[in-house]
């Protein structure tokens, strides 16, 4: 069963620091690209951040460029993003996200259409 699983969320200050996981089974992470969306109490669900499956191409939210740091260890079939300098505006739900395209080349898509298998998602809550 293809399956992805988020941890590492948390509360923390605004300025800190977080880093969250996403495991992943029942397929070999090395051959997708992959994504960090998050959903905002009351809003819609929100691209942040792709990967290309070799790593070769890294894209980024406006609203979190130069904060947030997408990586993946193929070997480990883990996926991470680590956030920093954050900001009451971070909170939110934060979900990881397989391509729908096995060996996708080229950059990685934000449409997150193109995503078809989402982790139940990990919550970061920043506030003082």
């Known amino acids: 069963e293809v399956q992805l699983v988020e941890s590492g969320g948390g509360l923390v200050q605004p300025g800190g620091s977080l880093r969250l996981s996403c495991a992943a089974s029942g397929f070999p992470l090395g051959n997708y690209a992959m994504s960090w969306a998050r959903r905002a109490p009351g809003k819609e669900l929100e691209w942040v951040s792709t990967i290309h499956r070799t790593s070769i191409y890294r894209n980024y939210a406006d609203s979190v460029k130069g904060r947030f740091t997408i990586s993946r260890d193929n070997a480990k079939n883990t996926l991470y993003l680590h956030l920093d300098s954050l900001k009451i505006e971070d909170t939110a739900i934060y979900y990881c996200?397989?391509?729908?395209?096995?060996?996708?080349?080229?950059?990685?898509?934000?449409?997150?259409?193109?995503?078809?298998?989402w982790g139940p998602g990990t919550q970061v809550t920043v506030s003082s």
């Open positions: 996200g397989k391509d729908r395209v096995l060996g996708r080349g080229g950059n990685p898509p934000s449409d997150l259409a193109e995503y078809n298998v």
